[in-house]
């Protein structure tokens, strides 16, 4: 079957225990005890100036961003994109905000730039619209054509919608699969 990604996002609430600075000032992760665990939260640029790099270990946070699955490393990577600090804060709790299961919001996102649409994507596409007709779903689900997905090399490229699954090298065989995985209750 074809590649996924699965992102999903996340809260926690817990103590900080230290940062992971890298090029001198530069902080790369925060690290952050949550009851028994330790989490390594990966802190993207655009958040960096925000945090105050002087903070002191066992200061409460609140932290909620996307988590997603490296399939070459193994591991889930959390990614902050909102961090609090908590003078009285709740239990402290790591929360993984469950994707939706809406039929009823459903979009499949395929890329219509030429290298995938050469690698079968036409086809692909086709096939969608046949398989959705035939199970009902073609006012719940939606086929929009999108640009280049970054992808190229690895088309056609597939993103089902809300659950943010991407999908590379479909295959037109594939497709019933991937309508029933994520759209059949």
Not at 132 to 152: A, R
Request: aromatic fraction near 6%; proline fraction near 5%; glycine fraction near 8%.
């Amino acid at each position: 079957m074809s590649k996924t990604t699965t992102i999903s996002q996340f809260r926690l609430i817990g103590q900080l225990e230290s940062f992971v600075i890298k090029k001198g000032d530069k902080i790369k992760y925060l690290r952050m005890k949550v009851e028994d665990k330790e989490y390594w939260l990966k802190i993207p640029k655009k958040l960096r100036s925000e945090i105050d790099i002087n903070m002191i270990p066992g200061t409460w946070l609140e932290v909620m961003g996307n988590r997603e699955f490296k399939k070459k490393k193994g591991f889930f990577e959390l990614e902050a994109s909102q961090l609090k600090l908590l003078a009285n804060p709740d239990t402290p709790c790591a929360l993984i905000v469950p994707e939706t299961e809406s039929s009823s919001a459903g979009k499949i996102l395929v890329c219509q730039k030429s290298s995938c649409w050469k690698r079968g994507g036409k086809t692909v596409c086709q096939q969608l619209e046949q398989e959705l007709e035939q199970q009902g779903l073609s006012d719940q689900v939606k086929i929009k054509l999108t640009g280049c997905l970054k992808q190229c090399k690895k088309g056609p490229n597939v993103v089902i919608m809300p659950h943010k699954a991407r999908y590379c090298q479909v295959k037109p065989g594939e497709v019933q699969g991937l309508l029933t995985k994520h759209f059949t209750p």
